[in-house]
């Protein structure tokens, strides 16, 4: 008898043991993840777009952008463009505008100075083109990535279209204008090499 109530010791000694350790074990691992947890790399400021920093997009073999900076620009918080600078081949800058919820995108390839108000125009004249504004929205403004031009927190975003699948942005603020002009494309028809 005394074998018995030795071995039903022995086992609820071993299951208390057990319990014990897996409890133990489960604190430990709870400690380490949130200590791994405050080391994770911060969120893709363009996750929400089709390219980000450090992607080289190419719409020819001749006719390509390596993206070294973005803005992100936002509404109320959501994400409504993003206006990718760079340089293209052979050394010509470039300027790309995503939108987060579109398949087509703006291939820019001439950025000038364009005479603009306090308020973005209506039309746009660009060449033998006059462009129509298509929307207009006040936005914040968020840096990343280099070679970007210099702009305020917050700006007024215009984008214009035009006949013959052409397209413009007028980003207005108090520091500078930026203005961009070129083709609209689908970002399918483009090759995208993601960065590093």
Sequence with gaps: MSMIFFACVAASAAAVGWVAGRKARDRHEASLAGRTGAVQPPPNPFAAFP???QD???RTKDDELLISGGLRLSEGGSPVAAIFFGVGAPGV???LVAFPDRSDVLWLTQEK???VGSEPPTTLPWGEALLE???RLPVLVERFGTELPEVDREMLFAEYRGGAGQGAVVLRGGKQ?????GEVVTFASLERYPGS
């Design 177 to 181: 204008t930026v203005v961009a002009a």
């Design 51 to 53: 390219c980000g920093l």
């Design 56 to 58: 080289v997009i190419a």
């Design 93 to 95: 800058p470039r300027v």
């Design 113 to 115: 100075q364009v005479p």
């Design 133 to 135: 504004r298509s929307r």
